[in-house]
T-cell receptor, first 112, second 111 residues
Framework: NAGVTQTPKFQVLKTGQSMTLQCAQD?????MSWYRQDPGMGLRLIHY???????DQGEVPNGYNVSRSTTEDFPLRLLSAAPSQTSVYFC???????????FGQGTRLTVV | GIQVEQSPPDLILQEGANSTLRCNFSDSVNNLQWFHQNPWGQLINLFYIPSGTKQNGRLSATTVATERYSLLYISSSQTTDSGVYFC?????????????FGGGTRLMVKP
């Protein structure tokens, strides 16, 4: 049972480049979300999804785009990377509302 | 939105010592989890505990939902307990999987 899998683990981008962070879960969870963690801080919600075809914004959505075409996958897109998006990104999933959330191993992104 | 405060922000222990970490939250919650972020950055689930008391080995947790706080107890600490401990909550007003995290407690256990 792989749980929540994120790829890549590390990435360096130049300012203005675009990329997609991948997140997949094999637990048949309906709820998925993306968080970012900045140095010395807790995690902040970027976007979330309550099921295939349904997404919504979190606390810090600017500069990011998401879609949810399948239950398993929830990719996060950076359309034009900026240095302020240098962070560690975590994907999470849970079975339904108010149930235990499980996190992927994180993607460390540096934008130069 | 809901506020989550953790204390202390930093804690240094000698191996074998016990400790209590606290998480206060500003509104009623339906979900509360404790995580350990290890030195490699991985978030490890410790407890899913919206109310009551749970124990797992040397760790235990208690959430008193009516008084809006949760405690994480670490007994006989080991160097492998080092890292950052996060409390995260999901309140009644949340539309989805929206955990709000506290700022964390950074724990260092010295041999």
């Amino acid at each position: 049972n792989a749980g929540v899998t994120q790829t890549p683990k590390f990435q360096v981008l130049k300012t203005g480049q675009s990329m997609t962070l991948q997140c997949a879960q094999d637990m048949n969870h309906e709820y998925m979300s993306w968080y970012r963690q900045d140095p010395g801080m807790g995690l902040r919600l970027i976007h979330y999804s309550v099921g295939a075809g349904i997404t919504d914004q979190g606390e810090v959505p600017n500069g990011y785009n998401v879609s949810r075409s399948t239950t398993e996958d929830f990719p996060l897109r950076l359309l034009s990377a900026a240095p302020s998006q240098t962070s560690v990104y975590f994907c999470a999933s849970s079975y339904e509302k108010y149930t235990e959330a499980f996190f992927g191993q994180g993607t460390r992104l540096t934008v130069v | 939105g809901i506020q989550v405060e953790q204390s202390p922000p930093d804690l240094i222990l000698q191996e074998g010592a016990n400790s209590t970490l606290r998480c206060n939250f500003s509104d009623s919650v339906n979900n509360l989890q404790w995580f350990h972020q290890n030195p490699w950055g991985q978030l490890i689930n410790l407890f899913y505990i919206p109310s009551g008391t749970k124990q797992n080995g040397r760790l235990s947790a208690t959430t008193v939902a009516t008084e809006r706080y949760s405690l994480l107890y670490i007994s006989s600490s080991q160097t492998t307990d080092s890292g950052v401990y996060f409390c995260a909550v999901e309140d009644y007003n949340n539309a989805g999987n929206m955990l709000t995290f506290g700022g964390g407690t950074r724990l260092m256990v010295k041999p």
